[in-house]
């Protein structure tokens, strides 16, 4: 805390701060003054300020930088870096005195060069949730979530009572991404993430509205791609489905494709692997969507998609139907309701929470 002293040497009342420290406040750590040490709060005022000399003590005085200072008007206290000009009244903290010596830069530049100057590690940047992606039951109800943070992770959370969260994973199942569709769709993409399910889907949208007789659905896999990141139970629900899997363009998207497409391949009416022309290294459906391709563009590639001829669990090979290429623009008819209520439909019972107060709770 400031001691009597200190709160004088401010010229504030304790707890104020200049605008551009409160501003940017939650970026340092909780420590005062970001828990710099004497040595670095010295090296940073001493990279500063080039012309002076300032002696290793608590308390020193040197020229102010910001008004034409022919006194040496401004007071640092080196053990806090806190800092304050009796000429022009200017004062502040270190970062303060940064962006202040250096007003072009952006805060979050201010405060690298802040932490290079003082010789100081960059504390790592707190991270922040940019987006949560809803796993859902069959008929909606939440299972769990995926979230996303930046800079770039990933966790996830399961609703707990009164609506607080649980995050973790334990005792949940968990099923693809956009249940829902899946099970109504006929035509299913499995791509890599929910990101790229939320774009295409939002890519085909008019699409979809305009043919009644496609139920299109775009799922994912929450553990991402990568060897046994697709779980055997969800395979059930491609049941009598025409699946698409469309890999991004490296090498773990396409094993991954050919192992998302031997599991579903043992439910689903025929299986595509697509693997979209003109990708980048690591590209994906975004990325493709994003150069500005059509709907068009997507329906005369996906005629041209490969049958996937894999193996099922036995080791026989087995020959899956194009339903593409037979000259037609004939789509699947919609899933009937037995295969609605077969084993997709047991699956999903299965998953369903089984009380009331499950219910409640999840709601
Ligand atoms: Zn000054």
Not at 8 to 24: N, P, R
Not at 53 to 76: E, G, N, T, W
Not at 178 to 189: A, H, Q
Not at 267 to 272: I, L, Q, R
Request: with cysteine.
């Amino acid at each position: 805390m400031p001691t009597a002293e200190g709160k004088k040497f401010l010229g504030v009342a304790e707890g104020q701060a200049d605008s551009a420290t409160l501003e940017h406040a939650s970026l340092l750590p909780a420590t005062p003054q970001g828990g710099f040490t004497f040595d670095q709060i010295h090296r940073y005022f001493t990279s500063r300020l080039a012309n002076e000399r300032l002696p290793r003590a608590k308390q020193v005085s040197a020229h102010c930088p910001f008004h034409p200072d022919d006194h040496v008007s401004l007071s640092i206290n080196m053990e806090r870096g806190l800092w304050k000009c009796h000429g022009c009244s200017a004062h502040g903290g270190m970062l303060g005195f940064e962006r202040q010596r250096f007003p072009d830069l952006s805060p979050e530049e201010a405060r690298h060069s802040m932490y290079l100057a003082a010789g100081a590690e960059l504390p790592k940047q707190r991270r922040r949730l940019i987006n949560t992606y809803r796993y859902v039951s069959a008929t909606g109800i939440l299972l769990y979530e995926k979230l996303r943070y930046d800079p770039k992770g990933f966790g996830y959370r399961r609703p707990g009572e009164h609506g607080s969260w649980f995050f973790d994973l334990v005792g949940v199942n968990k099923v693809p991404y956009r249940l829902p569709e899946l099970i109504t769709g006929n035509l299913v993409f499995v791509v890599e993430g929910e990101r790229d399910a939320d774009n295409l889907t939002e890519f085909l949208k008019a699409y979809q509205q305009e043919h009644s007789e496609i139920r299109i659905a775009v799922t994912t896999s929450c553990d991402g791609a990568g060897d046994g990141k697709w779980l055997a139970g969800y395979n059930p629900f491609f049941s009598g489905k025409t699946v698409v899997c469309m890999p991004d363009n490296d090498e773990v998207g396409k094993r991954f494709a050919q192992q998302v497409a031997e599991g579903v391949s043992q439910f689903a009416d025929s299986v595509h692997i697509l693997a979209l022309p003109g990708l980048e290294s690591k590209g994906d459906v975004t990325d493709w969507i994003g150069a500005g391709h059509t709907v068009g563009d997507f329906f005369a590639l996906l005629k041209d998609a490969r049958p996937f001829t894999g193996s099922v669990a036995e080791g026989g090979a087995v020959e899956l139907a194009n339903p593409f290429d037979n000259g037609s623009d004939t789509w699947p008819e919609p899933m009937s309701e037995s295969a609605f209520y077969g084993l997709a439909g047991d699956f999903v019972r299965l998953m369903e929470p089984e009380t009331e107060a499950d219910r409640q709770a999840l709601r």
